[in-house]
């Protein structure tokens, strides 16, 4: 295929996809959106968008009567205006007579199960504020949260909400030393905590993770620890507090008390390849204006007769987003599942989208790669006709994956959201509108409604066709306020490279329809004799080969090219294909520029428990250096095995 050109000096844009989905006729009858008009209003005036949806979507204690402050790089919304995220996400649908909807159908590991109404959930966060405020958390105080995927983890943070208290969730696979670090940063007053949680099969500990990350964080004066996994653990005589015994004698009654829309809501810390990790600000009026219109309408989300899924966790924006406050303050009904997607068997998932009647799925290319790895006849066992839309979330998803999760999940019938953005953005930033969007496989479309977003060369000169850098040029609501404790390191991270506007540090392209596609990390981009290369179109070429599941790409030192392409191939079952016939398809997909040097086989790749591709290990590989950190790896032996087939195959002249 020709290859498409970037700006001067920006990214080679080098894929084409000619492709077409238009939203099916059935589900453009009943969507919210069916038409462009709302991109038209978001762009004819986008604080007056915001400003329309932040009232017609949420309760205001105080109405605001301001709505953007802007002095770059520091926004306000609706900064006058007085509410509270919990009591949007509850109190207001128990009062409106919904306290019997099922706010979350959950699923332990096990297969235990839980139901828990909005009336029931409301009860508990009344319960737990009363808790915190019992230990002494007030207004302002930050509370850290430490929880496998259980209720509890919602009830926690919308406690935390409810009292003005900021939560900072630390992902459960996290170190001790991540936990130390992030407490430390926040200063956090209450950790709260479980004995452990169930993870293929077995309990893994959080207490004794917790106990040893709470012996160096002075701030620490109380620690709440939910029993879970039934492992033993050591309880500290005044320090630590059992969740159940905590809960029982608390009263069932909080008022929620109204905050400053610019009140802090939640710190998430971004962790990186290196530095200290950020801690990344969200208030309470903007974010949740900015994730509930965007649940809405990305979504489709009609309350009365939708169940839906995010498959993310809670320790990452995503579940914060999309699983707590897009989905709570919708008065969603969804379910919340604890474990792995492969236990007791490879069809887990599925099986709980038959069993709760899912209508709505959202989950990240990378799971989707792993699905195709594991074959169509997992979820053939189940009938997922329930489904009517369906969603990619976390990173770039090459078009085969988006054709496979089309046609084997979605039976073909259910548009495809594939959706970009990212801690710092609060909310879905990029998306199709799935009844008004026709969508291309591995396209995430055009900005949502009242977002500014360009694409430009080195010189921040836009691109009106071809790759280069993602930057957004106008605020938005659920826009980060700030790195905590650091406002330099937010200035010289975000708004630096290219003045007056936010850098995302992705790579992205526009095609000729306009549409755009994100390339991956500005880090990934490989310099190949002259060319700038994503690595994301190369694992999309690599990936639609029929007989590979999933692959990733790193660039390498070379001394004749400046970098050479180094892939990680992990093959279908029972398929077989050889090195040179993959590098010839790459060579047709999008050119001989972009032809892996060497390609090694192997039946997984390393990654984070989340599910992300740590390509950093894999530069590590591939240059013969000593591996870093690789602590966050769901399986540290995969990294051993690439290291032995690296020294066992020779590279390619």
């Known amino acids: 295929?020709?290859?498409?050109?970037?700006?001067?000096?920006?990214?080679?844009?080098?894929?084409?996809?000619?492709?077409?989905?238009?939203?099916?006729?059935?589900?453009?009858?009943?969507?919210?959106?069916?038409?462009?008009?709302?991109?038209?209003?978001?762009?004819?005036?986008?604080?007056?968008?915001?400003?329309?949806?932040?009232?017609?979507?949420?309760?205001?204690?105080?109405?605001?009567?301001?709505?953007?402050?802007?002095?770059?790089?520091?926004?306000?919304?609706?900064?006058?205006?007085?509410?509270?995220?919990?009591?949007?996400?509850?109190?207001?649908?128990?009062?409106?007579?919904?306290?019997?909807?099922?706010?979350?159908?959950?699923?332990?590991?096990?297969?235990?199960?839980?139901?828990?109404?909005?009336?029931?959930?409301h009860?508990?966060?009344?319960?737990?504020?009363?808790v915190l405020l019992r230990l002494g958390v007030r207004k302002g105080d930050r509370v850290n949260v430490y929880l496998p995927m259980i209720p509890e983890a919602v009830v926690a943070m919308l406690a935390c909400a409810r009292i003005g208290a900021a939560h900072s969730v630390v992902f459960g696979g996290f170190s001790a030393q991540a936990l130390a670090d992030r407490i430390n940063d926040a200063r956090a007053k209450v950790l709260v905590t479980a004995d452990g949680g169930w993870r293929r099969g077995e309990v893994?500990?959080?207490?004794?993770?917790?106990?040893?990350?709470?012996?160096?964080?002075?701030?620490?004066?109380?620690?709440?620890?939910?029993?879970?996994?039934?492992?033993?653990?050591?309880?500290?005589?005044?320090?630590?507090?059992?969740?159940?015994?905590?809960?029982?004698?608390?009263?069932?009654?909080?008022?929620?008390?109204?905050?400053?829309?610019?009140?802090?809501?939640?710190?998430?810390?971004?962790?990186?390849?290196?530095?200290?990790?950020?801690?990344?600000?969200?208030?309470?009026?903007?974010?949740?204006?900015?994730?509930?219109?965007?649940?809405?309408?990305?979504?489709?989300?009609?309350?009365?007769?939708?169940?839906?899924?995010?498959?993310?966790?809670?320790?990452?924006?995503?579940?914060?987003?999309?699983?707590?406050?897009?989905?709570?303050?919708?008065?969603?009904?969804?379910?919340?599942?604890?474990?792995?997607?492969?236990?007791?068997?490879?069809?887990?998932?599925?099986?709980?989208?038959?069993?709760?009647?899912?209508?709505?799925?959202?989950?990240?290319?990378?799971?989707?790669?792993?699905?195709?790895?594991?074959?169509?006849?997992?979820?053939?066992?189940h009938d997922l006709s329930s489904l009517r839309l369906i969603g990619s979330v976390g990173e770039p998803i090459n078009p085969e994956a988006w054709i496979w999760y089309h046609e084997h999940i979605g039976g073909g019938r259910c548009p495809v959201v594939d959706t970009w953005w990212q801690t710092e953005t609060g909310g879905i930033m990029i998306s199709p509108l799935p009844g008004a969007t026709v969508t291309k496989p591995g396209s995430a479309t055009h900005p949502v409604p009242g977002v500014g977003a360009e694409v430009v060369d080195e010189s921040g000169t836009p691109v009106a066709r071809g790759g280069g850098y993602l930057t957004l040029t106008t605020p938005w609501p659920g826009m980060l306020r700030g790195v905590w404790g650091d406002e330099q390191r937010y200035r010289d991270t975000y708004w630096s490279r290219f003045p007056g506007r936010y850098f995302a540090g992705d790579g992205a392209k526009l095609d000729d329809d306009g549409y755009l596609w994100l390339l991956g990390r500005v880090d990934d981009v490989m310099n190949v004799s002259g060319h700038r290369i994503s690595t994301t179109e190369v694992e999309s070429a690599l990936v639609s080969h029929p007989a590979v599941a999933e692959a990733a790409v790193v660039g390498a030192n070379d001394a004749t090219t400046g970098q050479a392409i180094i892939a990680y191939v992990t093959l279908r079952g029972g398929q077989r294909v050889g090195e040179a016939d993959l590098r010839a398809h790459v060579a047709t997909e999008i050119g001989a520029i972009a032809k892996p040097k060497t390609i090694y086989f192997t039946p997984d790749l390393p990654k984070t428990r989340s599910g992300k591709i740590m390509r950093r290990l894999l530069r590590d590989v591939a240059e013969g250096r000593n591996l870093g950190d690789t602590t966050t790896l769901a399986d540290a032996s995969v990294v051993d095995e690439l290291q032995r087939r690296a020294h066992e195959t020779p590279a390619e002249d």
């Not at 009860?123 to 009363?130: G, I």
């Not at 109204?258 to 309470?284: R, V």
Request: aromatic share 12%.
């Open 204 to 381: 893994f500990p959080l207490k004794p993770q917790a106990d040893v990350a709470v012996a160096s964080t002075p701030t620490i004066e109380h620690v709440v620890v939910v029993r879970r996994g039934g492992n033993p653990v050591e309880m500290t005589p005044g320090r630590d507090v059992w969740w159940h015994e905590a809960m029982a004698d608390a009263p069932a009654e909080c008022p929620a008390e109204p905050m400053e829309a610019e009140h802090l809501l939640f710190l998430l810390y971004t962790s990186g390849t290196t530095g200290k990790p950020k801690g990344i600000m969200h208030t309470t009026g903007g974010y949740l204006a900015h994730v509930a219109t965007t649940f809405r309408y990305v979504f489709d989300h009609h309350p009365d007769r939708d169940v839906y899924w995010c498959t993310a966790d809670v320790g990452w924006v995503t579940g914060h987003s999309y699983i707590v406050y897009g989905p709570l303050a919708n008065g969603a009904t969804q379910v919340i599942y604890e474990g792995v997607p492969n236990h007791p068997g490879n069809d887990r998932l599925w099986s709980l989208v038959a069993k709760y009647g899912v209508t709505i799925f959202y989950t990240a290319p990378t799971a989707i790669r792993t699905f195709m790895k594991w074959g169509t006849q997992e979820p053939a066992k």
């Open 123 to 130: 009860a508990d966060v009344q319960r737990f504020a009363n």
């Open 1 to 121: 295929m020709a290859s498409t050109p970037g700006g001067s000096g920006g990214i080679d844009a080098l894929a084409v996809e000619a492709r077409r989905f238009p939203p099916p006729a059935a589900f453009v009858r009943e969507a919210l959106v069916r038409d462009a008009s709302l991109h038209e209003e978001g762009r004819r005036d986008p604080v007056a968008y915001w400003a329309r949806h932040a009232r017609e979507l949420l309760d205001w204690s105080t109405p605001f009567t301001r709505t953007l402050e802007w002095e770059a790089p520091f926004a306000r919304w609706f900064s006058d205006g007085r509410l509270n995220a919990s009591y949007n996400c509850v109190d207001r649908h128990v009062l409106a007579g919904r306290g019997d909807r099922v706010a979350i159908h959950w699923e332990g590991e096990p297969g235990d199960v839980r139901t828990v109404t909005y009336a029931e959930l």
